[in-house]
């Protein structure tokens, strides 16, 4: 791959984006901010949503271009986001130096003629694993998915967020040039541990008791919530002022208020900071996942963590060290278990330094940046 010039023009594909959240999507933001506050020209090209403005330019200068006919309306509304796409490629692609499209699917297929069309560097990342990650969904759901793919795979380079991910990809297979291992990153700075001052005010003022066992993430079954509302009344019955504590929205918000447990609160969508740097315990009971975006944040918050035995889970998470990794079951067993281990007194003191040490170590958003500058073939500023 040749280089491009120091200041370079970046093109960000990805359906969703920031206001719409999910864990690519806050990868593909966190990747236009860098490249912005390091000079980048950036533009995001997504999927129209009710509400939100077709074009925008933020305050660090990221242009934002909203396609299609909006949201995930069915068949038609697919259709027009990738004519549309392919419209603007057609019309604007000469100026960009590189492309990243976060998550595989049919809009990489346009992608991919723009990696033909102009010969440069071309990068598509994965999400997570198993049968719900967007490569198996390719497969399984896209019309003609395994023949897209097959196309795509002939430009592309791929970024694995996990060793499971990228393994998944080597069994299609794909070439061992164009496959690349990059875990997720988390900013460093943003989330950090607080003193014993400042988690007393920051308690306080969120108006928790307690031990708090904290979950961050959207509420869609995937990430495992109803076994949470499982296990947590036996958790109660040993540790009675124990407080579970949900931040985050999705479609199940509605089922899961219903059926909340004694000592359980759902907080909706919020800063997770405050709450990171004010918990105990950090809990991700997922069923599936690529890198959690969540536990690196909770881990760089100084917090210890309960996950379930999934893809990037079981590498970021040292058993006994920095939390503990419980079988990946809807059994709540081996979950009580495991907040019983974490809720034990003096464990957030012992465990949760070695959790920041850990991401400090191989997480941290500068690193990543060097690495994907690196990838592109940009000079940084």
Same mark, same amino acid.
């Given at each position: ?5 120091? *200041? ?65 309306? +069915? ?17 604007? +692609? ?25 010969? #440069? ?16 969904? *390719? ?7 395994? =023949? ?86 036996? &958790? ?50 997922? =069923?599936?996942? +690529? *890198? ?24 970021? &998470? ?14 709540? #067993? ?34 990543? *940046? ?12």
């Amino acid at each position: 791959m040749g280089s491009v010039e120091d *200041m370079a023009h970046v093109a960000i594909v990805c359906r969703n984006y920031p206001p719409v959240w999910g864990g690519a999507e806050r990868v593909a933001e966190q990747l236009a901010r860098e490249l912005a506050c390091r000079g980048h020209r950036v533009t995001v090209l997504t999927a129209w949503h009710t509400g939100l403005a077709r074009r925008e330019k933020t305050a660090a200068g990221i242009e934002i271009a909203r396609l299609g006919f909006g949201g995930e309306a +069915g068949k038609l509304s697919s259709l027009s986001l990738t004519l549309h796409l392919l419209w603007t490629i057609a019309r604007c +692609g000469r100026a960009w130096d590189a492309l990243h499209n976060f998550l595989v699917s049919t809009l990489s297929v346009p992608c991919t003629l723009w990696a033909f069309w102009t010969n #440069r560097p071309f990068f598509v990342s994965l999400g997570g694993t198993g049968p719900t990650s967007d490569l198996s969904q *390719m497969f399984s759901l896209s019309w003609q998915g395994e =023949r897209k793919f097959r196309f795509i795979a002939r430009r592309a380079r791929f970024i694995a967020c996990s060793s499971e991910s990228r393994d998944q990809l080597r069994a299609i297979p794909i070439s061992k040039g164009n496959l690349h291992l990059l875990p997720n990153p988390v900013d460093l700075k943003r989330f950090c541990p607080a003193d014993a001052v400042r988690r007393k005010e920051l308690r306080q003022g969120l108006n928790l008791t307690g031990p708090v066992v904290l979950f961050v993430g959207r509420l869609v079954s995937v990430k495992g919530l109803d076994r949470l509302w499982k296990a947590w009344p036996e &958790v109660r019955q040993k540790y009675p002022d124990a407080l579970l504590v949900v931040v985050g929205d999705g479609p199940e918000r509605t089922a899961l208020k219903k059926q909340c447990p004694t000592g359980a609160r759902l907080e909706g969508a919020c800063d997770p900071v405050p709450y990171y740097q004010a918990a105990e315990l950090f809990v991700l009971p997922s =069923r599936s996942e +690529g *890198m959690s975006l969540a536990l690196l944040e909770a881990m760089a918050c100084g917090l210890p963590v309960v996950a379930t035995d999934v893809s990037g889970s079981k590498e970021l &998470v040292t058993d006994g060290e920095t939390g503990w990794i419980v079988e990946n079951t809807d059994d709540p #067993r081996p979950l009580v278990e495991g907040l019983f281990r974490g809720l034990l007194a003096g464990v957030r003191e012992e465990l949760g330094p070695k959790a920041r040490a850990q991401v400090e170590t191989s997480y941290g958003l500068d690193q990543w *940046m060097t690495t994907v500058l690196k990838l592109y073939g940009i000079g940084q500023a």
